[in-house]
């Protein structure tokens, strides 16, 4: 299955929604019959690829808290800054997993890979939100809106900076953009909202 989600994640990161499992057992040199012993279909697969690409982004995530010093705001911020140092760093993954719908589902129940589906990284986020207001670092009524608005602010420039907003700019009559700048002043106010 592993030779599966890694194929199929390299096809929908390249193909996106025109990914086929036709193609899919071609590139793995098997039947399309023999690649239905390990998924159902497409959507099915697209869970599978996501939730691992969750789970690694969980696994650095985690590794990034237990190696913080400091209090929940200050990592409250590094993992903004991971964040936005993804969509940089690999966009099509990013896109893949932050601005893809899946594929439709062939029926009503959701299949094992769906039910799974997980949102690594977000609960991070609203643990470390959480802690924070355990602790009174942070006055919030409700960790879950905040972590979710915290998330929404920094998708955005994720987005802003991403090659699919490339032109967006182009004959502006202002400073001229740049990306690395922008999430350095994105991550600074990330920072004021906490002081």
């Known amino acids: 299955m592993e030779k599966i989600v890694d194929k199929g994640t390299e096809l929908f990161l390249k193909d996106g929604q025109n990914m086929s499992l036709r193609n899919l057992a071609r590139e793995l040199n098997i039947t399309v019959s023999g690649l239905y012993k390990y998924v159902d279909n497409k959507r099915e697969l697209w869970f599978a690829c996501q939730n691992r690409a969750f789970d690694q982004l969980a696994k ?85 809106y905040f972590s979710l608005a915290l998330w929404g602010f920094v998708l955005g420039p994720a987005i802003i900076t991403s090659p699919i907003q490339a032109g967006f700019f182009e004959g502006l009559e202002s400073e001229e953009f740049n990306k690395m700048e922008f999430h350095k002043y994105v991550y600074s106010l990330i920072l004021k909202m906490f002081k």
């Not at 903004?80 to 760093?89: I, P, Q």
């Not at 991070?124 to 879950?144: D, H, I, R, Y």
């Open 60 to 144: 650095e995530w985690d590794k990034m808290e237990g190696e913080h010093k400091g209090n929940n705001l200050e990592l409250v911020g590094k993992f903004g800054k991971a964040f936005l140092e993804l969509s940089l760093r690999n966009f099509p993954l990013f896109k893949f997993m932050f601005l893809h719908d899946p594929p439709k589902a062939n029926s009503e129940k959701p299949g094992p890979n769906e039910l799974k589906c997980n949102r690594g990284g977000f609960t991070n986020l609203f643990k470390t939100v959480s802690q924070a207001v355990n602790s009174g670092e942070l006055n919030t009524p409700n960790s879950m």
